[in-house]
């Protein structure tokens, strides 16, 4: 299997090359084929020879179902048909039951069945002790192996010991690799699954085919990719289902940001920056109720004491003023002037009557009033010049404590916020500040103070007003701020889900096309593989239809996903596509067999048997011939064992002349199972050979040769018998017994040297080994056979009937 | 091929009655027509292995079927399909000759099959 999916591996790798498939998806599907199997590229080999094939060498059971006592059926290991007869209920169902369970650890025939079914497993009789027991040989490999499943006193079926003896070693199941190929090619069918193979679940049908094709990694696969696409698709919906939720909480929040949630959502393609904007808290752009709420809280007034002290100075620089009453710094100015040219001529004329009114003398005592009067004009002028500057610095002072008035303050706030006496509040204080800067004549005294009293109590109005409607602002804030969290928690899982929804409708689509791509190249692939296996059924659909008027077409593997199923193309008269339900419970039968043949002989299957139960139940009489055929062509490479209920099967094998070994198994009472012989290819040799002996009308020497070539091939297929059966279990290769087969059965002393001593190199040994192996009667017989048509014994020929058969038993011992 | 005049049996006239049973209904066979038909093809066979023994060995003719089925390969050693051919026909033919009240009578498809076998065997024995 190993090199199978290996070149699967490598199919996909090339052709994803090959047909230029985009990056993303390539990726995709070689990510699938890692995880679907690890080991591909771990350059697997050795598998060349082919698997070695096991076979059955008996089946020993006790205590279980029909069958009390311990009942063993003995099976000549290698290639070969056996067909198992009883009577319904005769135990013999209970054998290929046994050996199912022990190799599988289930029945199919149980597996869908109530309770019921499971606890009547044990025997009525002999409950105590149950146990399974399943020799096999294995090709290559020395010794036998045995399989057992046993179980303890009132043990559940399910709770059976198995074992695994190599020769004397002790091995698990697991360490023999069994379990995938008896999963992959099941080489048992029942009766019950005889049907359910073409009614039964189409899925699992294709499931198995697509495995035995070595392809379940595609199955696997695609396994893999659709389970992805379906989380992908998931989270594409995620986003969607969620939305109608949020919306819903959206439209019932009466914050203006849900607003502009919507308008986010609600846009092609979804603004999810915008909503992320929202979800941090931040307004967009500064805009509606929020950001006026901001701009209210950040309203900011000069502190009172400022204020105060500006209004303070304003009111002393306006007083100082007023204080100059009337001077008028140039008057006194100019005064000083006069005043001072006056002194000067005065220097000159001291004692000399006043040059501008002629009466005064200026003399000293003039001059030094007129000295005084300078300094104090002076002194006065610069006063008044000072007063007019320090008041224009105080207005002005005044003027820029006052801030542009915040629009916040003119703006609808909405229900919760009233800026109405704030904003008053501020015109007032604006008014005020307005009316005692401007440059009107100014109050006196007690009227100057009230003014400045007047600013000042419309300052504090409006403080107070500012101060509470900020603090409610930022209530309404912080209630507004409480109520949006849970909703910007809702918006931000939203938002989260609908990038990744984004995301994932990118990777859906690259999935949905890795899906096709995979689909695709797996149809060529498969039906490819398939077309031997379908032809393979169509041949033994061929040799079981007979009368049929239902002819079986190519076989396919056909649909994907949950639709996946094997077709099969039936035509019935002609008419293509008409339903199976048409065909008889017998034909669905044989259609079943015609499916289950190739797939549980797959060349690459381990197991060199199939045990089939009771195929010919439904089946049209005629029918029986075809499956006798069908059932001998298989057992030319396989172990075939066939379970029947009747005698029709041995019957056409008989008339057919077909090699087959027939048991009887017959039930007695309390479940004492016994296993008979009732032909063999030896025994019908023998038996022919006397039946054509006793043929009194016939020339005795027509009769001589006949006996003589029957009793040579009893002779054979004793030998063939041995040969298989010895060296098989020795370790020899199913291939090199074959072939050491075929080359000794050119003659008669080699395929019995080959018998007698393993090795046809021996054939001088065969007379002197005979003698002593049966005494001179073998080797007589073995003389009378050998001699044969040529010359033939005309003799006793019922004594070289007994002598043949005495020779075959002593060779088989 | 039996014209009104002739009365003589063969095995070639027994296989064209059986063919003509078997491609048209015939008055009076009513619903037995199919192991009538079994039976011609089974005489067409008793018949031909007779002529066939009267040329190589006589006395075989007068054994039952089991052994000159026997006999047949070791006289047709040249013709090796014609021991298996005869060995199918007659294993079909020699049940739904007989009426068992149980078993159902042979299908149109079993008796062409048949048919044809032993049309084919008589051709190759009686060459």
């Known amino acids: ?813 | 091929m039996s014209g009104s005049g002739t009365t003589v049996v063969t095995p070639e006239s027994l296989l064209a009655a059986a063919d003509r049973l078997l491609a048209s209904p015939v008055p009076g066979a009513g619903a037995q027509w199919p192991r009538a038909c079994a039976l011609l093809i089974r005489l067409a066979l008793e018949m031909t292995l007779d002529r066939f023994w009267g040329r190589v060995l006589p006395v075989a003719a007068e054994c039952g079927m089991r052994q000159q089925l026997l006999l047949l390969p070791l006289y047709t050693v040249d013709l090796p399909a014609t021991a298996g051919l005869a060995r199918e026909a007659w294993l079909g033919l020699a049940g739904a000759a007989h009426h068992h009240a149980y078993e159902l009578a042979p299908t149109a498809a079993e008796l062409r099959t048949w048919h044809s076998e032993v049309t084919q065997l008589a051709t190759l024995l009686l060459a």
Not at chain 1, 491 to 513: F, M, T, Y
Not at chain 1, 747 to 771: E, H, W, Y
């Open chain 1, 1 to 813: 299997m190993g090199e199978r999916e290996g070149s699967v591996a490598k199919i996909v790798s090339e052709k994803l090359g090959d047909d230029k498939v985009p990056e993303e998806v390539a990726s995709l599907i070689l990510d699938a084929m890692r995880r679907c199997a690890p080991e591909v590229g771990a350059g697997e080999g050795g598998q060349a020879a082919g698997p070695k094939r096991v076979y059955l060498k008996s089946i020993s059971v006790e205590g279980f179902r029909g069958i009390g006592p311990k009942a063993t059926l003995h099976l000549a290991p290698g290639p070969g048909l056996t067909v198992v007869t009883g009577r319904n209920g005769s135990g013999k169902s209970s054998f290929a039951e046994a050996a199912e369970l022990a190799l599988t650890g289930e029945n199919k025939r149980w597996a869908d069945r109530s309770s019921v079914w499971k606890e009547g497993w044990r025997n009525l009789h002999e409950p105590d002790p149950a146990a399974i027991a399943v020799q096999l040989t294995e090709d290559g490999e020395a010794g036998i192996t045995t399989v057992t499943s046993d179980w303890a006193l009132g043990a559940a079926l399910e709770s059976a010991n198995d074992t695994v003896w190599v020769g004397g070693t002790e091995r698990s199941l697991t360490e023999k690799g069994w379990a995938k190929p008896l999963e992959l090619y099941r080489p048992f069918l029942s009766y019950a699954e005889l049907g359910a193979l073409v009614s039964g679940k189409p899925t699992s049908m294709h499931d198995a085919m697509q495995a035995i094709l070595g392809l379940d990694l595609f199955t696997d696969m695609e396994k893999t990719l659709t389970e992805e696409r379906r989380s992908a698709e998931a989270d594409m919906k995620a986003a969607k289902n969620e939305l109608p939720a949020l919306l819903a909480k959206l439209a019932a929040h009466p914050d203006e940001r849900a607003r502009l949630a919507e308008k986010a959502i609600g846009e092609r393609p979804q603004d999810l920056a915008a909503l992320d904007a929202l979800i941090v808290g931040e307004d967009v752009a500064g805009e509606g109720p929020t950001g006026l709420f901001r701009q209210v809280i950040t309203v900011t007034l000069p502190a009172t004491e400022d204020m105060a002290a500006a209004v303070d100075r304003l009111a002393a620089a306006r007083a100082a003023v007023a204080a100059l009453a009337g001077t008028r710094a140039a008057d006194a100015r100019r005064l000083a002037r006069l005043l001072t040219a006056a002194l000067e001529h005065q220097r000159s004329h001291v004692g000399e009557p006043c040059p501008v009114c002629g009466a005064r003398l200026l003399d000293e005592a003039w001059a030094a009033s007129a000295k005084s009067s300078i300094a104090e004009l002076t002194a006065q002028a610069t006063d008044a010049d000072a007063a007019f500057a320090e008041e224009r610095a105080a207005v002005g002072a005044l003027a820029r404590l006052v801030p542009p008035k915040p629009s916040a303050l003119a703006a609808d706030l909405g229900p919760e916020l009233d800026p109405a006496a704030a904003s008053t509040g501020w015109d007032r204080w604006v008014s005020e500040i307005a009316a005692m800067t401007s440059a009107a004549p100014l109050p006196a005294g007690d009227a100057a103070s009230s003014r400045v009293s007047e600013v000042m109590a419309a300052f504090e109005a409006l403080s107070g007003a500012v101060t509470e409607l900020r603090s409610s602002a930022e209530k309404v804030l912080q209630d507004r701020a409480a109520a949006w969290q849970p909703l910007a928690r809702d918006l931000a899982l939203w938002s989260e889900l609908a990038r990744n929804g984004e995301h994932a409708s990118v990777l859906a689509n690259e999935l949905r096309k890795a899906i096709e791509w995979l689909r695709a190249t797996g149809k060529e692939v498969r039906n490819a593989r398939l077309a031997p296996f379908a032809r393979t059924s169509a041949e033994v659909w061929e040799m079981l239809r007979q009368e049929s008027n239902v002819e079986l077409g190519p076989i396919t593997l056909a649909g994907a996903g949950p639709q996946r199923k094997v077709t099969l193309d039936v035509t019935i008269d002609g008419v293509p596509g008409a339903a199976l339900s048409v065909m008889s419970q017998g034909e669905l039968h044989a259609l079943g067999l015609a499916l289950f043949l190739p797939r549980a002989t797959a060349a690459d299957s381990p197991f060199g048997f199939v045990i089939i139960d009771d195929p010919v139940q439904a089946m049209d009489p005629a029918k029986v011939d075809g499956l006798a055929r069908v059932l001998s062509s298989v057992a030319r490479t396989r172990q075939v064992v066939v379970f029947t209920h009747d005698d029709r099967l041995p019957a056409a094998l008989r008339q057919l002349q077909l090699s087959a070994t027939v048991l009887a198994v017959t039930r007695h009472e309390r479940s004492v199972v016994t296993v008979r012989a009732v032909s063999s290819p030896v025994k019908r040799y023998l038996d022919d050979a006397r039946a054509l002996a006793k043929t009194e009308s016939l020339p005795e020497g027509v009769r001589a040769v006949a006996v003589a070539g029957l009793c040579r091939g009893a002779i054979e297929a004793a030998c063939v018998d041995v040969v298989r059966s010895r060296d098989l279990a020795r370790g020899i290769s199913h291939a090199a017994v074959e072939e050491s087969l075929d080359r000794a059965l050119h003659s008669l002393q080699d395929i019995v040297a080959l018998a007698m001593f393993g090795s046809a190199a021996r054939a001088g040994d065969v007379p002197s080994g005979l003698k002593a192996l049966g005494g001179p009667s073998c080797a007589n017989a073995f003389w009378d056979a050998k001699r044969g048509v040529h010359d033939p014994n005309h003799g006793d020929l019922r004594r070289f009937i007994d002598d043949t058969e005495l020779l075959t038993k002593a060779l088989r011992r």
